[in-house]
C-alpha cells in the first residue's frame, strides 16, 4: 500500500470514529442529558487536540454547537464555539470561505445580546488575519453584516459593511436602514458617511458602488447626477476628483461646498484623510485627536497595528449614529 493510500484510508478510520462517536452524543442530547454530553465533547476536544486531530476536532465541536442551538442550549453551545476558534488558532488551518462561512453560521445562531456573541465574533475576526492585529477577513466581514442586516441591526451592519469590499450590499442595506429609522431630510447622510469612511479606508471602489447603488435605488432620491440634494452632488464630484488626483480640484470642491458639509462636523475631519491619501496633502502637525473623536478616526482608519486594534475596532461598531 502506497504512502498515499495508508493516509486515506487513516483519514477514512477517522471519520468513522468521528461519527460513531457523533451518534453516541446526539443520542445524550436527544435524550435531555444536555450537561453530561457538554462534557464529553469538551473530554474529546482535549484527547483530539492532544493527539494533534485538528480536523476532527473542529468538525466534531462545530456538528455540536449546530446540536446545541438545535435544542436552544445557548450556552453549551456558544461554548463549543469558542473551541472550534480554539482550534483555529492553534493549528495551521488556512483561512478558506468554507471555515469563514461556518464561524459566520454559528455567529448568526447565538444569542443576539449574549457577552459570548461579541468575544466569539472578536476571536473569528482576529484569527481570520492571521492575528496579525489588522481589521478581520473582508468576507467574514461581509457574512457578518448580512447576518447582522437580517436581525435590522443596521449599525453593526454597517459598520462589518465598511470592512468588506461589498459596495452592493452595503447601499442596499443602507436604503432599507434610511427607510426603516431615517428622516427623509436624512437621505443623502447615510451615504455620504460611507462613501467617505470608504474612502478613508482606501477602498475607493467599494465607495463608488456603495454611492452609484443607494443613489439608483432609494425611493426618495431622484434621478441624478445631479442631485436635488447639494451632498450628493459634492459625492459625484468627490469621486471624480479622487479618480483625477489633481489637489486644486479637491481643495475648490471641499470650499463651494462647505455649507453642506457643516451639517457633520465629521465631514471634515475625513476629507482631511481623504486629502492626504489621494492628493498628497501633508498630515497636520497637531497633536492627535483624543478621546471619541480619536477613537473613531483610529477605527475607521486603521491608525495603529496593535494586536487588540480588531476587538477596539469592535468596541466602537457604530462610529456615527444617524438616528
Excluded at 25 to 53: N, P
Excluded at 147 to 156: A, D, P, V
Aim: hydrophobic share 35%; net charge negative; glycine share 6%.
Amino acid at each position: 500500500m502506497s504512502e498515499q493510500e495508508s493516509l486515506r484510508c487513516s483519514s477514512a478510520r477517522n471519520r468513522g470514529g468521528v461519527q460513531r462517536v457523533e451518534g453516541k452524543l446526539r443520542a445524550s442530547v436527544e435524550k435531555g442529558d444536555y450537561y453530561e454530553a457538554h462534557q464529553m465533547y469538551r473530554t474529546l476536544f482535549f484527547r483530539y487536540m492532544s493527539q494533534a486531530k485538528h480536523a476532527e476536532a473542529r468538525e466534531l465541536m462545530y456538528n455540536g454547537a449546530l446540536l446545541f442551538f438545535s435544542y436552544n442550549q445557548q450556552n453549551s453551545a456558544a461554548d463549543l464555539s469558542m473551541l472550534v476558534l480554539e482550534v483555529l488558532e492553534k493549528s495551521d488551518t488556512k483561512v478558506e470561505d468554507e471555515i469563514l462561512e461556518s464561524l459566520a453560521k454559528l455567529f448568526s445562531l447565538m444569542d443576539q445580546n449574549s457577552p459570548e456573541r461579541v468575544a466569539f465574533v472578536s476571536r473569528a475576526l482576529k484569527w481570520s488575519t492571521g492575528g496579525s492585529g489588522k481589521l478581520g477577513h473582508p468576507k467574514l466581514h461581509q457574512l457578518l453584516a448580512v447576518t447582522l442586516w437580517k436581525e435590522q441591526n443596521y449599525s453593526e451592519s454597517r459598520y462589518h459593511f465598511l470592512h468588506s469590499s461589498d459596495g452592493q450590499g452595503c447601499a442596499e442595506m443602507l436604503v432599507e436602514y434610511s427607510a426603516s429609522r431615517g428622516f427623509r431630510s436624512e437621505v443623502d447622510l447615510f451615504v455620504v458617511q460611507a462613501v467617505l469612511q470608504f474612502l478613508c479606508l482606501k477602498n475607493k471602489s467599494s465607495a463608488s458602488v456603495v454611492f452609484s447603488t443607494y443613489t439608483e435605488k432609494h425611493p426618495s432620491i431622484e434621478k441624478g447626477p445631479p442631485f436635488v440634494q447639494p451632498l450628493l452632488n459634492f459625492i459625484w464630484f468627490l469621486l471624480l476628483a479622487v479618480d483625477g488626483g489633481k489637489l486644486t480640484v479637491f481643495t475648490v470642491l471641499c470650499e463651494q461646498y462647505q455649507p453642506s458639509l457643516k451639517r457633520d462636523p465629521m465631514y471634515n475631519e475625513y476629507l482631511d484623510r481623504i486629502g492626504q491619501l489621494f492628493f498628497g496633502v501633508p498630515p497636520k502637525q497637531s497633536p492627535s485627536y483624543g478621546g471619541l473623536l480619536g477613537n473613531l478616526l483610529n477605527s475607521l482608519m486603521g491608525s495603529g497595528e496593535d494586536d487588540d486594534v480588531a476587538d477596539e475596532a469592535h468596541d466602537d461598531s457604530s462610529p456615527i449614529e444617524l438616528d
